[in-house]
């Protein structure tokens, strides 16, 4: 049987607390059956700035955290060079569950489809009207087409802010493409630069 969406699972007028409770039971979609565990949000409700990212990966899958692998240290270190403090934020994926193909004993990353993100946009939704933040900060593609529609391209915009009814929106690359690009060095650099445009907005 086909799940069809998270909607079902969120609870009306929840905390995070009691959203990242109700998320550990959710089969909206397939996604469930495969992974360790539903990776929820994390960070304060009172948070002016929320980072999301496209999906947990291998790591947060295993821990239950959101960006505690490779990407996320690099995402730490272009926050704290740009004085930002971890703490500070609320950080969340756009899809709660790990989606990979198995090779062997390793566990690859596969792209949640349109599906898959749909079914999942009820809890960031729900995230969103906890928090109340002043700006969403989209790290990639699928996070950016979340938020702003498919026909949005990350690579001709990066860096630019959209104002939103309820709050602004900076996009930019995922820390993982930084880490995967031939030339890492200016890859970051032009990383921290997208993410020094936060003080535009928030300051």
Same mark, same amino acid.
């Given at each position: 049987m086909t799940a069809t969406g998270a909607a079902a699972y969120v609870p009306p007028d929840a905390d995070l607390t009691q959203l990242e409770a109700a998320s550990k039971r959710c089969h909206g979609c397939d996604l469930y059956r495969h992974a360790t565990q539903t990776v929820f949000g994390e960070g304060p409700a009172s948070a002016e700035i929320v980072l999301v990212g496209e999906q947990p990966g291998d790591r947060e899958d295993l821990q239950g955290h959101p960006f505690v692998g490779p990407a996320g240290r690099?995402?730490?270190?272009?926050?704290?060079?740009i004085g930002?403090?971890?703490?500070? %934020?609320y950080l969340t994926n756009a899809v709660k569950h790990f989606k990979f193909a198995e090779r062997g004993k390793r566990r690859i990353h596969q792209p949640p489809g349109r599906t898959e993100i749909v079914a999942?946009?009820?809890?960031?939704?729900?995230?969103?009207?906890?928090?109340?933040?002043?700006? %969403? %900060?989209?790290? $990639?593609?699928?996070?950016?087409?979340?938020?702003? $529609?498919q026909s949005f391209r990350v690579t001709e915009h990066r860096g630019q802010l959209f104002t939103m009814p309820d709050y602004q929106v900076l996009t930019t690359v995922h820390p993982?493409? %930084?880490?995967?690009?031939?030339?890492? $060095?200016?890859a970051y650099a032009d990383f921290v630069a997208d993410l020094r445009r936060i003080a535009t907005a928030t300051g």
């Open positions: 690099l995402l730490d270190r272009a926050l704290d060079q930002i403090d971890r703490d500070t %934020v999942c946009a009820p809890w960031f939704d729900a995230e969103l009207a906890v928090v109340r933040p002043r700006l %969403v %900060v989209c790290l $990639g593609s699928i996070a950016a087409k979340a938020l702003l $529609g993982s493409s %930084v880490l995967r690009s031939r030339d890492r $060095g200016k």
